[in-house]
């Protein structure tokens, strides 16, 4: 498991566990199938159909190896917070019934919970991300801090993920599908012409350089702008110095059309456990 997934990890166990020691009061149980409902919240809204057939055919062979977790909604009816992929499978093989694991979780821990499995398993579009964090910041406990910590992820990353939601819904439709990416999508928030532009990446399959280019003038302006570094790289360079554990830097020439990227390291074990990791 890599560092960011460790930290993942840690926030998905702190939602699971308590000082009201709701692990004492879980219990592994087996659910006729058309008692759980999927949860509303559910930030990953679209899945792959090949994806469920291959579950649904290891699921036919195997049953399912890991539970589906809920919490309870009324006498009869259950609530997935997470495992819907799994509950999806199942119906499609044929189950009648379903291992699960009950949980007492407020709606900000099954919405917590839900986002960080799917970031796990890195299942989200960056749309369906957005409006997670979105979603779960709009609740008055909690903060963009206590997000970043909860996920694993830096806040710069989360407010850049978030303003992507102002943009038009026919590019994040197009962002959705795969065919904008996210270093493309940044560059035209705050675009008059972003939609058009939009097209023009798509046609002409253009770079995010080539796009930087196009879109400046429509950036605010700021002082010694020659000597700053564009905040796009700088949201990079915490994402991969997050991922990877070691301060990074990412130039460009200036043309902008090739760079590098240099790791910092701070002590010879350090330099060992990179050159492994590069060499695997």
Known sequence: MNQENKK??????????SSDNNFAKDNLKHLNISSIMPNK????????????????????AQG????????????NLYE???????????????????????????????????????????????????????????NKEVT????????????????????LLELNNQILEYIEEGRLSMGHARTLIGVPNALELAKEIIDKKLSVRDIEKSTSKYKKSRPNKKNLKDPNIIDLEKELSEK?????????????????????????????DLMKRLKR
């Open 8 to 17: 993942l990890g840690r926030g998905l166990a702190s939602l699971f566990s």
């Open 41 to 60: 919240e559910q930030p990953r809204k679209k899945f792959d159909s090949s994806e469920l057939e291959e579950l649904t055919a290891s699921i036919k």
């Open 64 to 75: 399912i190896l890991q539970p589906i977790v809920v919490r309870k909604k009324s006498e």
């Open 80 to 138: 997935i917070v997470a495992g819907e992929r799994r509950w999806r499978a199942a119906q499609s093989a044929g189950l009648h019934e379903v291992p699960t694991i009950v949980k007492q979780l407020s709606d900000l821990e099954v919405i917590q919970a839900a986002l960080i499995e799917n970031l796990q398993r890195e299942n989200l579009n960056p749309v369906e991300e957005a409006r997670a964090y979105k979603n779960i910041l709009e």
């Open 144 to 163: 963009p801090e206590s997000l970043s910590k909860i996920i694993g992820k830096s806040r710069s990353h989360i407010s850049n993920t978030v303003r």
């Open 244 to 272: 990877i554990g070691l301060k990074t830097s990412i130039q460009f020439n200036d043309q902008g059309s090739s760079g590098s990227i240099t790791l910092y390291y701070s002590d010879l074990d350090q330099l060992d």
